[in-house]
């Protein structure tokens, strides 16, 4: 019991150390069949918390709870505090929990009884996740950083709605374990997070609908040993269709140690992203996201014919290295995987005579570093000015800069719907998959552009 001065706030008293809420090593090692239930305040050693079982606390001095009053079958107990208990101790006992569930691998049914104790002590269970409480970040980034696959579902779960600096938390968590697959399983809400509220996804409520329960976008990436360079495949489902209805259709990636992302608009012609709908020419954007440090940059979007579907196309045809000789002739890298020889080696007449297979590329250069960039907070209010819906999205603006004689792009911005790219704005075009699938590759090299065409040799 606490005895407290009548002139004194009850905020402002000093617990005894009865009211001691039990360390967490006590709590898992006392765990068994029957759950625990913290005993009697009057224990014969005080400060040192006991177990009882259900048998032995009708004979206690504790009033059995009415039923509607039951403590749920979990870890609720936990959180048995006294009357005294006030709601900032409460806040430090869930913060050390959270902290050691995601250093050391526990079981995450803690964090229902974490929430269940917030709720009680009017504490917003959401925000004690996201904040950057463990060494400057958040819960969910160490979940990340730490790999602890099963705990990351739960703490998603509960810590929805996701704050921007939350997204920016968990972007930067994934770029610093290099972890694509697992990038992509947020954006895409692939398992395990089929359930999940939360998402990194930039996509519109309308690009949701389309795609309704067809299979998100899929993007592998291929790095190049030693040349600084990658291939991005990527199949983006109901390309076309997207393009059409929400005017927009963009994709993520972590690859070289930077978040990268591509992506196909509709807009004005006139480049202004003030007040503008999707319409206009389609246009395709090449950025880096936050926490990606800036690079020269020199890059192509191929988009080939897909095969049939009774077919299947060897992958050798798609590999990068069919764009440039052998690795192990420029870089002394493994041997380079050409598709087999024909038996009989075609003349110069059959040479002639035979055509590559059509493809749509266009070149995404710049002579100026491309580099991140938070949008200006001018342009950004004017924008959110002449915007009819507090939603509206805004297309890529290109921003140049200088800094100490360094020249910086934050954006390279090509028209899509001139040339070879505007078959992609056709129906039934033959570079549109039957299941209305685009089929493309971003190669890209890190480097200085330069004169030729070949993007990586």
Same mark, same amino acid.
């Given at each position: 019991?606490?005895?407290?001065?009548?002139?004194?706030?009850?905020?402002?008293?000093?617990?005894?150390?009865?009211?001691?809420?039990?360390?967490?090593?006590?709590?898992?090692?006392?765990?068994?069949?029957? +759950?625990?239930?913290?005993?009697?305040?009057?224990?014969?050693?005080?400060?040192?918390?006991?177990?009882?079982?259900?048998?032995?606390?009708?004979?206690?001095?504790?009033?059995?709870?009415?039923?509607?009053?039951?403590?749920?079958?979990?870890?609720?107990?936990?959180?048995?505090?006294?009357?005294?208990?006030?709601?900032?101790?409460?806040?430090?006992?869930?913060?050390?929990?959270?902290?050691?569930?995601?250093?050391?691998?526990?079981?995450?049914?803690?964090?229902?009884?974490?929430?269940?104790?917030?709720?009680? @002590?009017?504490?917003?269970?959401?925000?004690?996740?996201?904040?950057?409480?463990?060494?400057? @970040?958040?819960?969910?980034?160490?979940?990340?950083?730490?790999?602890?696959?099963?705990?990351?579902?739960?703490?998603?779960? @509960?810590?929805?709605?996701?704050?921007?600096?939350?997204?920016?938390?968990?972007?930067?968590?994934?770029?610093?374990?290099?972890?694509?697959?697992?990038?992509?399983?947020?954006?895409?809400?692939?398992?395990?997070?089929?359930?999940?509220?939360?998402?990194?996804?930039?996509?519109?409520?309308?690009?949701?609908?389309?795609?309704?329960?067809?299979?998100?976008?899929?993007?592998?990436?291929?790095?190049?040993?030693?040349?600084?360079?990658?291939?991005?495949?990527?199949?983006?489902?109901?390309?076309?269709?997207?393009?059409?209805?929400?005017?927009?259709?963009?994709?993520?990636?972590?690859?070289?140690? +930077?978040?990268?992302?591509?992506?196909?608009?509709?807009?004005?012609?006139?480049?202004?992203?003030?007040?503008?709908?999707?319409?206009?020419?389609?246009?395709?954007?090449?950025?880096?996201?936050?926490?990606?440090?800036?690079?020269?940059?020199?890059?192509?979007?191929?988009?080939?014919?897909?095969?049939?579907?009774?077919?299947? +196309?060897?992958?050798?045809?798609?590999?990068?290295?069919?764009?440039?000789?052998?690795?192990?002739?420029?870089? *002394?890298?493994?041997?380079?995987?050409?598709?087999?020889?024909?038996?009989?080696?075609?003349?110069?007449?059959?040479?002639?005579?035979?055509?590559?297979?059509?493809?749509?590329?266009?070149?995404?250069?710049?002579?100026?570093?491309?580099?991140?960039?938070?949008?200006? &907070?001018?342009?950004?209010? &004017?924008?959110?000015?002449?915007?009819?819906?507090?939603?509206?999205?805004?297309?890529?603006?290109?921003?140049?800069?200088?800094?100490? *004689?360094? &020249?910086?792009?934050?954006?390279?911005?090509?028209?899509?719907?001139? *040339?070879? *790219?505007?078959?992609?704005?056709?129906?039934?075009?033959?570079?549109?998959?039957?299941?209305?699938?685009?089929?493309?590759?971003?190669?890209? +090299?890190?480097?200085?552009?330069?004169?030729?065409?070949?993007?990586?040799?």
């Amino acid at each position: 019991m606490v005895v407290l001065d009548k002139y004194h706030d009850v905020e402002d008293a000093e617990p005894t150390i009865t009211d001691a809420p039990p360390s967490y090593e006590a709590i898992t090692s006392g765990q068994s069949s029957t +759950r625990p239930t913290l005993a009697d305040e009057k224990s014969p050693h005080p400060g040192q918390p006991s177990f009882a079982s259900s048998s032995n606390l009708q004979a206690s001095a504790i009033p059995r709870p009415k039923p509607s009053q039951a403590a749920s079958p979990s870890w609720l107990s936990v959180f048995s505090f006294p009357s005294s208990r006030t709601s900032k101790q409460v806040r430090q006992t869930v913060l050390s929990l959270v902290r050691d569930l995601v250093i050391n691998p526990q079981s995450p049914d803690i964090l229902d009884s974490c929430a269940d104790a917030c709720k009680t @002590h009017s504490l917003d269970f959401a925000s004690l996740l996201q904040e950057p409480s463990i060494e400057d @970040h958040s819960a969910i980034y160490w979940a990340i950083v730490n790999r602890r696959e099963a705990l990351l579902p739960g703490l998603l779960t @509960h810590a929805v709605p996701l704050t921007l600096a939350s997204v920016s938390d968990i972007r930067l968590a994934c770029l610093a374990t290099s972890n694509q697959q697992l990038f992509q399983a947020l954006r895409c809400r692939r398992e395990p997070f089929t359930q999940q509220k939360a998402s990194l996804s930039t996509s519109s409520g309308a690009d949701a609908l389309v795609l309704g329960s067809m299979p998100a976008d899929d993007i592998s990436i291929r790095e190049v040993d030693g040349q600084g360079a990658f291939v991005a495949d990527m199949q983006i489902s109901m390309w076309q269709k997207r393009m059409r209805i929400s005017g927009r259709v963009s994709v993520e990636f972590i690859a070289r140690g +930077r978040i990268w992302s591509l992506t196909f608009f509709s807009a004005p012609s006139t480049g202004s992203s003030i007040a503008s709908k999707a319409v206009g020419t389609w246009q395709v954007a090449l950025c880096l996201l936050e926490h990606s440090p800036p690079t020269f940059i020199d890059s192509r979007l191929v988009v080939d014919i897909p095969p049939p579907p009774s077919t299947t +196309r060897p992958s050798e045809v798609n590999d990068l290295i069919s764009l440039s000789p052998p690795l192990s002739e420029t870089s *002394g890298g493994p041997p380079a995987r050409y598709p087999p020889p024909p038996d009989n080696p075609p003349t110069s007449k059959s040479k002639s005579k035979s055509k590559a297979p059509p493809t749509i590329e266009v070149r995404l250069k710049s002579a100026y570093r491309l580099a991140y960039r938070s949008s200006s &907070l001018f342009l950004t209010a &004017l924008d959110a000015a002449f915007s009819s819906h507090k939603d509206s999205w805004v297309p890529p603006r290109i921003d140049q800069w200088s800094e100490e *004689g360094v &020249l910086y792009t934050n954006a390279i911005v090509v028209p899509l719907g001139e *040339g070879a *790219g505007a078959e992609l704005m056709y129906d039934n075009t033959a570079f549109i998959a039957a299941d209305g699938t685009l089929h493309a590759r971003l190669e890209v +090299r890190l480097g200085k552009p330069e004169a030729t065409e070949c993007i990586i040799c």
